[in-house]
């Protein structure tokens, strides 16, 4: 009996802290896949707000321009917040503003009323329950294992749309893009209360062991946001942020219009790109995977080049209505999107790491919020300035050819 105890302690102490960590994963998981999937659930959205006002393309895409702009820009302040209050109030703040936000567009006859509240305050929300919180509370949970944790965070956002794109559709269907709206904002209200009860203060010690294996893989350099600004791994992951992200925006929120308009029906089209969210899953564990097989640039540049293919059978798409090409599309580019954030975050928590990371990788996240901001916006322009979808296509591949630029010349991210 005695001899049994010491060993029962030895297979049982460890466990707690493991469950725990998975759940904090799960929990960023679910927010993440709320979050997004809310988001991007605004290529739904996109014409039926249009036909209902009347509005060009352009002025419907500026609202989700300034989505992923407002989130962008308020990454650091959201890192600091993170630092000061602790994971529950960001947690909590975001739900409220998708709630109030969504209730309040339900209600909009005016632009204005829809960027405010389905731009600026959702792209806050999003922000608030998203990437940079949860890298911060997971780094304390998964160490070196980062990547692998936030590859599974970042699939939330193809979780989401797999499930929320069909269910905009039905919704907007049956009780017409206001009322789908009205549904969103009180769930997320709901989900408020059973997210209030969580054991935050357990969730926001970390790991000890695996937190300390972490920090003592190279010493502390003591960086500060104002000496990152001047080394050139942070403007060059910033780039790589910023063109990526145009790229891959300017196309995202026209894909469900771009399909129809090629012929596809509008459920078959919402749910197909709603099926990216599956190919999303694989995309971001395989390239996680390959991260640990062949390396980070080498498995940056395979993802860079998967998304390319992708962009080139859109192009397709629009001369060919064949199942097999969307089919091609969709795992080529969905699977794609947001595969190099968790190496890209794991790179720059590895750069910078000390005190400051959380701010610095949320300055550096500033590319994102920026360039999915003006990819979109301008990608809504081209196509109403010229008509015609080619150059929009042309323009998201040279953003995506330059993103990829810096993997292929600056010396911190060859290594």
């Known amino acids: 009996m005695d001899q049994n105890a010491p060993r029962e302690d030895v297979v049982t102490a460890p ?3 493991v469950h725990t960590a998975l759940g904090v994963l799960a929990v960023c998981f679910a927010l993440s896949l709320f979050g997004r999937g809310l988001g991007e659930s605004f290529s739904v ?12 393309r352009a002025d419907v895409v500026s609202v989700y321009s300034l989505s992923a702009l407002a989130g962008g820009l308020a990454s650091p302040l959201i890192g600091r917040l993170f630092d000061y209050s602790g994971p529950r109030s960001v947690y909590s703040l975001g739900l409220l503003l998708f709630g109030g936000a969504f209730l309040f567009a339900a209600h909009a006859a005016r632009l204005w009323q829809i960027q405010l509240s389905i731009g600026l305050c959702v792209g806050l929300g999003i922000a608030l329950i998203g990437n ?21 965070v970042y699939s939330a956002t193809g979780a989401g749309v797999l499930a929320l794109l069909p269910a905009s559709q039905l919704l907007i269907e049956h009780f017409g893009w206001r009322g789908a709206y009205q549904i969103f904002g009180a769930t997320a209200l709901v989900l408020l209360l059973p997210l209030l009860v969580l054991p935050w203060r357990l969730f926001s010690e970390g790991q000890p062991h695996l937190t300390r294996t972490f920090a003592d893989d190279g010493p502390d350099e003591g960086w500060t946001l104002g000496r990152a600004v001047r080394h050139h791994a942070f403007w060059a992951l910033f780039a790589t942020f910023f063109f990526t992200a145009i790229g ?21 089209a919402a749910t197909a790109w709603g099926f990216s969210g599956v190919v999303l899953l694989f995309g971001m564990l395989g390239v996680s995977w ?13 993802s860079y080049a998967m998304s390319v293919f992708g962009i080139f059978l859109l192009w397709l798409l629009h001369s060919y209505q064949n199942i097999w090409i969307l089919a091609g599309f969709v795992i080529c580019f969905g699977s794609m999107i947001g595969s190099r954030g968790p190496l890209l975050t794991a790179t720059a928590m590895k750069l910078f790491k000390g005190k400051s990371v959380g701010t610095i990788y949320g300055a550096i996240a500033i590319g994102s919020g920026l360039g999915s901001a003006f ?41």
Do not use: C
Not at 290 to 302: A, M
Not at 376 to 400: E, Q
């Open 248 to 268: 891959m925006y300017a196309l995202t929120p026209q894909i469900v219009a771009y399909l129809i308009e090629a012929g596809f029906p509008p459920l078959q």
């Open 132 to 152: 940079v919180p949860n890298s911060i509370l997971l780094g304390r949970w998964f160490g070196p294992k980062l990547p692998t944790a936030m590859a599974v």
């Open 375 to 415: 990819g979109s916006w301008s990608g809504g322009l081209i196509h109403d300035v010229t008509h015609s979808y080619n150059p929009l296509i042309l323009y998201a591949l040279i953003s995506v050819i330059l993103g990829m630029i810096p993997f292929l010349v600056v010396p911190a991210l060859r290594r």
């Open 290 to 302: 390959l991260d640990g097989v062949i390396g980070r640039r080498p498995s940056v540049l395979f």
């Open 45 to 56: 959205f996109l014409l039926p707000i249009s036909e209902s006002f009347g509005w060009n």
């Open 15 to 17: 466990a707690k802290p």
